[in-house]
């Protein structure tokens, strides 16, 4: 009994050593930006310093345009969850649960183009963007990712594990393809659409690289690509870079204290098939 406790007390400690490691990143960056600026540059450095400062927020909101930045985010990734897990959701149907001709090769197709980072092909994007007129709207953002190999891929997976039976007494009762995956498959993919929901949105959110090349003008910038070109343009301030990017995880953090319980459990209820 005592070496279990032992083994419980020393466990726990490992993990709030681990917990400490990986937390540590955030709470520093919390604390400094709240910092002087003199105190976030001082050298040797310091986790707390000897007075804060409601400065570097108060900089940031009045210095860049934060509310545009924060619209914008919310309209991109929202519009990207809303459609990509949607027609995803369809794909992934497709590939589970019907029979076409070349479906292996078309759905190894779409794996293969997960291995292609962005770097390769965000230069013809950018030109068929700007061709069809859609460089610098929303409709250019959204649209290249209304569909996600990832997504493909994790929606089939789920689809694959649920019991034919469904579909099976779906069809006895006369429904096609698209009522069954509306009325019986789409009830149950709850779980996995809240995942991947949750999974597309923390992706989009915090991507830097692609609207930062699909958008030119201020008013159309993102919370990351606005505070980046901030960043650039005040390069010696970080306490407003800092408040910025406290401000920008905030939605994030908000959403995940909300959804943790629901997200676990759908996990844990995706993997319970028979």
Same mark, same amino acid.
């Given at each position: 009994m005592t070496q279990k406790k032992y083994k419980t007390i020393i466990g726990r400690i490992a993990l709030l050593i681990v917990l400490l490691l990986i937390a540590f990143p955030f709470i520093w960056l919390v604390i400094s930006s709240f910092k002087y600026e003199k105190d976030i540059i001082s050298f040797p450095p310091r986790i707390f310093a000897d007075k804060y400062t409601f400065d570097n927020y108060i900089k940031v909101w009045t210095t860049i345009p934060l509310v545009n930045y924060i619209k914008n985010t919310v309209i991109f990734a929202g519009g990207v969850v809303l459609t990509s897990v949607f027609f995803d959701s369809l794909a992934?149907?497709?590939?589970?649960?019907?029979?076409?001709?070349?479906?292996?090769?078309?759905?190894?197709?779409?794996?293969?183009?997960?291995?292609?980072?962005?770097?390769?092909?965000?230069?013809? !994007?950018? &030109?068929?963007?700007?061709?069809?007129?859609?460089? @610098?709207?929303?409709?250019? /953002? #959204?649209?290249?990712?209304? =569909?996600?190999?990832?997504?493909?891929?994790?929606?089939?997976?789920?689809?694959?594990?649920?019991?034919?039976?469904?579909?099976?007494?779906?069809?006895?009762?006369?429904?096609?393809?698209?009522?069954?995956?509306?009325?019986?498959?789409?009830?149950?993919?709850?779980?996995?659409?809240?995942? !991947?929901? &949750?999974?597309?949105?923390?992706?989009?959110?915090? @991507?830097?690289?692609?609207? /930062? #090349?699909?958008?030119?003008? =201020?008013?159309?910038?993102?919370?990351?690509a606005g505070l980046s070109l901030f960043s650039g343009q005040n390069i010696s301030f970080y306490g407003p870079v800092m408040a910025g990017t406290v401000i920008s995880m905030l939605p994030l953090l908000i959403i995940y204290v909300f959804a943790q319980k629901y997200f676990v459990q759908s996990s844990a209820m995706a993997g319970m098939k028979e």
């Open positions: 992934g149907y497709a590939f589970a649960r019907m029979q076409f001709k070349g479906k292996s090769a078309l759905f190894y197709f779409v794996l293969l183009t997960m291995m292609i980072p962005f770097q390769v092909f965000m230069i013809p !994007l950018f &030109i068929e963007i700007n061709k069809l007129g859609l460089l @610098d709207t929303y409709a250019g /953002l #959204i649209i290249p990712r209304m =569909t996600t190999a990832f997504g493909i891929f994790m929606m089939r997976s789920f689809f694959v594990g649920l019991p034919k039976d469904l579909e099976e007494a779906a069809r006895i009762d006369g429904l096609n393809e698209f009522q069954i995956f509306l009325k019986i498959m789409l009830p149950l993919a709850k779980p996995a659409f809240l995942s !991947l929901g &949750i999974f597309t949105l923390m992706n989009n959110w915090n @991507d830097l690289l692609y609207p /930062l #090349i699909l958008t030119s003008s =201020t008013e159309m910038r993102t919370l990351p």
